[in-house]
């Protein structure tokens, strides 16, 4: 049972919280794709990302929860996730993508619905027969082609080729989460899996999860009604995942990379030093969200390093600062792939036997 009315540990989390459905059926494939990467002798990386949902009332119908009228949300459209793992793919890792449904994905990412919709890019050619007579109703008729516009082509094939090989490799898998409920289940469930990997794994935590929920049993069963005025909820923290996660999910061995956002510059690094001084993990990523897309700070332990790899290190402070900036307005430009170059050559470090060494 929970400690008090508004904290659980993680044990007395999953403990009171039910599992989502598909949660068996989903880790089979997990331990299937993480039997034929050792085989294949790959690293895998799991990276979270995207928003979790918080749903503030049930709907079970026919015997299944399904989903509620009302839920909290937030602002992650999965950008940083779905990038950074093309990016991991990119240089050799097999990929456990682990994203909020509908979040941004990689590759179909570059066409997402909102900034650049595929159908804009798709030209009809008449079928012979039709070209004298081609009208708007007359489109789809037999022997019309459709191709890629000029202009889009270069990129398209680009990413479709790289799409296919991927697929084609076997090195990505895709699971989904929609509420922080399935997100903590999965993360648990895939980490321990992951965990046979020792070193060979990777955990990129880039998922914005929410920091409060409604357990289940304060959740109304139905719609609220709003004939009552106005709402008050109180709602519970979420358990701090990173510790359990660090110590017993992923055996110790796995490298450990989570972020921290915040909007008020001045909290980034105190906040992401006492992450790291927490949970005793490898890295924490800090991020402004207003400046998230063009630079970003790691923080580490300042003897896993080697002192040419770190901006600033006060000697009394056990941590170390390094930053990453892009050009803002280069838009062939994508940090992912600078954070994604970093984080490689710091896991073969560990890999090789490297040490976060100061354990809180
Ligand atoms: O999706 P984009 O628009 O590209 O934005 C990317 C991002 C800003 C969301 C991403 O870069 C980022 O900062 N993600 C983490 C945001 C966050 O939830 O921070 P936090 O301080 O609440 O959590 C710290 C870390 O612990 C995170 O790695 C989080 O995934 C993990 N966490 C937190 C709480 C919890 N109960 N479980 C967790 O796993």
């Not at 989903?26 to 790959?42: A, M, S």
């Not at 790289?162 to 076997?170: M, S, T």
């Not at 390094?322 to 890999?351: F, G, Q, T």
Request: proline share 5%; hydrophobic share 40%.
């Amino acid at each position: 049972m929970p400690e008090s009315s508004s904290s659980f540990s993680a044990e007395s989390y999953f403990a009171t919280q039910p599992p989502p459905p598909g949660l068996e059926h989903d880790i089979e494939g997990v331990k299937e794709f993480v039997r034929r990467q050792q085989e294949k002798g790959r690293n895998i990386v799991l990276v979270t990302s995207g928003g979790t949902t918080v749903p503030l009332e049930l709907n079970v119908a026919y015997g299944q929860l399904r989903p509620s009228v009302r839920f909290l949300d937030n602002f992650s459209a999965g950008t940083r996730g779905a990038t950074s793992a093309e990016y991991f793919l990119k240089a050799g890792y097999a990929v456990l993508f682990m994203h909020r449904q509908f979040s941004l994905q990689p590759f179909s990412r570059h066409y997402s619905h909102s900034t650049n919709p595929f159908l804009d890019f798709l030209e009809i050619e008449p079928g012979v027969e039709e070209r004298s007579s081609f009208t708007a109703s007359g489109a789809g008729s037999k022997g019309s082609q459709i191709c890629v516009t000029l202009d889009k082509r270069e990129t398209l094939l680009e990413v479709l080729t790289v799409y296919k090989a991927v697929h084609a490799a076997g090195t990505l898998h895709t699971l989904t989460f929609v509420t922080v409920n399935d997100y903590l289940w999965l993360l648990r469930a895939v980490s321990q899996e992951l965990s046979v990997m020792k070193r060979k794994a990777m955990y990129y935590l880039a998922a914005a999860v929410s920091d409060f929920f409604l357990p289940r049993q304060k959740m109304a069963k139905h719609k609220i009604q709003s004939g009552k005025g106005s709402l008050h909820i109180e709602m519970d923290q979420v358990p701090k995942i990173l510790k359990p996660m660090v110590d017993n999910w992923t055996g110790k061995d796995g490298f450990v990379v989570s972020f921290k956002l915040e909007t008020d510059p001045a909290l980034l690094i105190p906040k992401a030093e006492t992450s790291l001084q927490r949970y005793g993990h490898q890295v924490v990523i800090g991020n402004d969200l207003n400046r998230r897309k063009f630079e970003v700070v790691f923080i580490s332990w300042k003897d896993a390093l080697p002192s040419s790899s770190i901006d600033t290190a006060d000697s009394s402070s056990s941590f170390a600062e390094s930053w990453l900036r892009i050009d803002p307005y280069d838009h062939n430009k994508e940090i992912e792939e600078d954070i994604v170059a970093e984080l490689v050559k710091r896991h073969e470090m560990w890999i090789a036997g490297g040490t976060t060494s100061i354990k809180p």
